[in-house]
């Protein structure tokens, strides 16, 4: 939450309807699996993700659309080992929706550019591709 409230600090509260992306650079472990997993010997995940504090604060009382990371899950290595995945199901039931393993946030100012998300309707899918790219000011 501390870095939340420091971005906010030096940005401004995060306006209603916004894309909220986490910049890790994990992305830049793609494409090695081993390296996106970060297994140790006894095959537990070891990766970042967001805390529940952190996403509660954002879309209840930032009111944002989304969010995104460069992760494999919302849900950290630690709880996805236990096949725990409360918190992109917590996203879900808020009929809000999340990106996961975003590239090259490393080239996006960290506030006010565009995000545009779009992706094909599989029939009978689950879970598909987004194409997502931004817009820098």
Not at 36 to 41: E, G, K, L, Q, Y
Not at 88 to 117: C, R, S, T
């Amino acid at each position: 939450m501390n870095d939340t409230k420091a971005w906010e600090a030096k940005y401004g509260p995060i306006p209603e309807s916004s894309f909220v992306a986490m910049r890790t650079d994990w992305s830049k472990r793609w494409p090695s699996q081993e390296k996106m997993m970060n297994a140790d010997s006894k095959g537990i995940l070891h990766y970042p993700a967001w805390s529940k504090e952190v996403l509660e604060y954002l879309y209840l009382n930032r009111k944002v659309t989304a969010t995104g990371h460069e992760t494999t899950d919302t849900d950290g290595g630690l709880r996805v080992t236990k096949d725990d995945y409360g918190l992109e199901a917590w996203i879900l039931q808020q009929d809000h929706y999340q990106i996961e393993l975003l590239a090259n946030l490393d080239q996006v100012p960290e506030a006010g550019a565009f995000i545009v998300v779009t992706w094909p309707k599989p029939k009978g899918g689950s879970g598909f591709p987004a194409r997502v790219f931004a817009i820098a000011p």
